[in-house]
């Protein structure tokens, strides 16, 4: 078989002859293959005794009972021994010799004889009986833990500082500081009604470290993950269920732990139970409410402690940010209190004009949307599309005009008047106008098309036709050859839907001698009724356009 050289010197192939014939060699390769086998073995049994304290304990009891289990008995003191026959025992130098050299063993009178003194056995005491494991299942650590732990983990930033400080007190050389002292044991003293609360760093027998910043840090780890494991507590306390909010607060806590456990590691490879309840938590809730942490869930993605303060002040900007918000619902929750009763009031009286009430509603709404509701929410237009086409003429503000459109457009892509959509008896100014228009057409600019209001204006006033321009995008193009046609008595313009001015239409209509109505209000056909009389009229009756 051939050979691989190596500096100057030939070496075989791993399986070659040879070294199978050489137990010695043979022997290592297989050592090698083992090892080799239980590396990945060995990997993962030390990530989980890295993130398991409750699992290293029990891994440690096992090895200590294999120790014992396998340690060389010991005879017993009290043992009876044989009385030795110097006339049969040979030199144990010599007879270790022979069986050496593989002969038999000289006759015993060769030899010379030996008589061995009397060997008094001294027994050695009992290996003691193994540990009884104290290992439980980790606990679950279930939302109400949540104030607990954030309680500990600020105590435990306080006594990080109490360390730090006592360690520089020593490495100073300075005597015991007895206010110090008073504090460590204060310190102690609240931890003691907290449960499970173990203030290792503020321990004789702690981990300490020359590093002062490796305290500063472990101290700032622990207020972030308070900070964070507050913030997690009053999202669960809330009313409302805000998924985005709890799943940023996760991704604050998840990279807290991690800071945690880095910083305390760093201390002699300790560990911190409240650390350790945080992850087991994050992992737990995650899994159940199926949202994904991206980051410092693993032992390979660590967070950096350094990085406390940083994460400290995004925690609380976060924190003042949710605040924000939720001080705005709560605004907008009273306003639309406010507008509900209001919009009743004015339900409840159709026949009155509740100018007051309708003020209210209009200052109401404008509030709302300049505060952050959309003009297009659900609740605003479902409280307004119902009355909107009788209310008066009042100044409207900008944000509560693009409520109105808004509410325009949807009636506009409703196949059918809606059904809650009030609807009042015709009124004598209906008939009068009927009586003016029967037979003729009218051109309405403005404002989105709706079917069914087209079909109850013409019923109402009598027409032959009612030509409906909408007015949002349209050019006087789109509108004069329809202004022009002769069979149209009166142009009326929506000026609350239409882009174009009161004025530009004026001028076509004068150019083609046709009467303009502006109509501030909606399309109830009482309330163009009423504008039309009012504002052309008298002219109608007096231009005979019922002749």
Same mark, same amino acid.
């Given at each position: 078989m051939g050979k691989i050289s190596l500096e100057g010197e030939d070496k075989q192939h791993p399986m070659s002859d040879d070294i199978k014939s050489d137990p010695i060699k043979n022997d290592d390769i297989k050592s090698n293959h083992i090892k080799a086998a239980f590396a990945p073995v060995i990997e993962q049994l030390q990530t989980i005794v890295d993130s398991n304290p409750a699992f290293r304990s029990l891994l440690h009891t096992l090895g200590q009972a294999l120790i014992a289990l396998t340690a060389e008995p010991h005879p017993s003191e009290t043992a009876p021994q044989a009385e030795p026959n110097a006339a049969t025992v040979a030199s144990p130098v010599l007879v270790s010799a022979v069986e050496m050299n593989g002969a038999?063993? !000289?006759?015993?009178?060769?030899? $010379? #004889? =030996?008589? $061995?003194?009397?060997? @008094?056995?001294?027994? @050695? !005491?009992? $290996?003691? !009986? !193994?540990?009884v494991s104290t290992w439980r299942p980790a606990p679950t650590v279930t939302d109400e833990d949540l104030p607990t732990i954030a309680t500990r983990c600020r105590l435990k930033a306080?006594?990080? @500082?109490?360390?730090?400080? %006592?360690?520089?007190?020593?490495?100073?050389?300075?005597e015991n500081d007895l206010d110090s002292e008073i504090q460590g044991r204060d310190l102690i003293a609240r931890a003691k009604p907290l449960p499970d609360c173990f203030l290792w760093m503020c321990h004789r027998d702690g981990p300490v470290t020359t590093n002062m910043v490796h305290y500063e840090?472990?101290?700032?780890? +622990?207020?972030?993950?308070?900070?964070?494991? &507050?913030?997690?507590?009053? =999202? #669960?306390?809330?009313?409302?269920?805000?998924?985005d909010a709890f799943a940023g607060a996760l991704d604050f806590a998840a990279e807290a732990?991690?800071?945690? @456990?880095?910083?305390?590691?760093?201390?002699?490879?300790?560990?911190? &139970?409240?650390?350790?309840? =945080? +992850?087991?938590? =994050? %992992?737990?809730?995650?899994?159940?409410?199926?949202?994904?942490?991206? %980051? +410092?869930?693993? %032992?390979?993605?660590?967070?950096? $402690? &350094?990085?406390?303060a940083q994460l400290g002040a995004r925690i609380e900007q976060f924190e003042e940010k949710l605040q924000v918000v939720g001080q705005r619902a709560k605004r907008q929750q009273s306003l639309l209190n406010k507008l509900r009763y209001h919009v009743k009031l004015i339900h409840e009286h159709p026949s009155q004009e509740r100018l007051y009430d309708w003020q209210k509603v209009i200052d109401t709404v404008n509030e709302m949307v300049e505060n952050g509701v959309p003009p297009s929410n659900r609740d605003l237009r479902d409280l307004l599309y119902p009355l909107l086409d009788a209310m008066p003429d009042l100044e409207l503000p900008k944000s509560f005009q693009l409520v109105v459109r808004e509410i325009d457009r949807f009636l506009a892509s409703r196949p059918a008047k809606p059904d809650i959509v009030a609807v009042a008896a015709p009124t004598e100014e209906v008939q009068r106008v009927a009586e003016l228009l029967r037979g003729r057409t009218a051109v309405l600019i403005g404002g989105e098309k709706r079917v069914w209001a087209v079909e109850a204006l013409t019923e109402a006033f009598a027409l032959q036709e009612l030509v409906w321009i909408e007015g949002h995008d349209q050019s006087y193009a789109d509108f004069e050859p329809q202004v022009a046609r002769p069979e149209v008595a009166v142009v009326i313009l929506a000026i609350r839907w239409s882009r174009h001015g009161f004025g530009e239409v004026k001028a076509f209509c004068d150019q083609y001698d046709k009467l303009l109505v502006r109509l501030p209000g909606g399309y109830n056909p009482n309330l163009v009724a009423h504008h039309i009389l009012n504002q052309v009229g008298a002219r109608l009756d007096k231009a005979g356009v019922t002749a």
């Open positions: 038999a063993p !000289p006759p015993a009178t060769e030899q $010379p #004889l =030996l008589t $061995p003194e009397p060997v @008094r056995l001294v027994a @050695r !005491p009992a $290996p003691p !009986p !193994p540990p306080e006594g990080t @500082r109490w360390a730090a400080a %006592r360690q520089a007190h020593l490495m100073a050389g300075a840090e472990l101290a700032g780890c +622990f207020d972030a993950a308070a900070a964070a494991v &507050s913030l997690l507590d009053k =999202l #669960l306390q809330a009313e409302d269920d805000d998924q732990q991690s800071a945690l @456990r880095s910083a305390v590691y760093r201390m002699d490879g300790y560990t911190d &139970s409240d650390q350790a309840k =945080l +992850f087991h938590w =994050l %992992r737990l809730t995650s899994a159940e409410q199926h949202i994904h942490i991206h %980051r +410092f869930m693993r %032992r390979d993605n660590p967070a950096d $402690p &350094s990085g406390w």
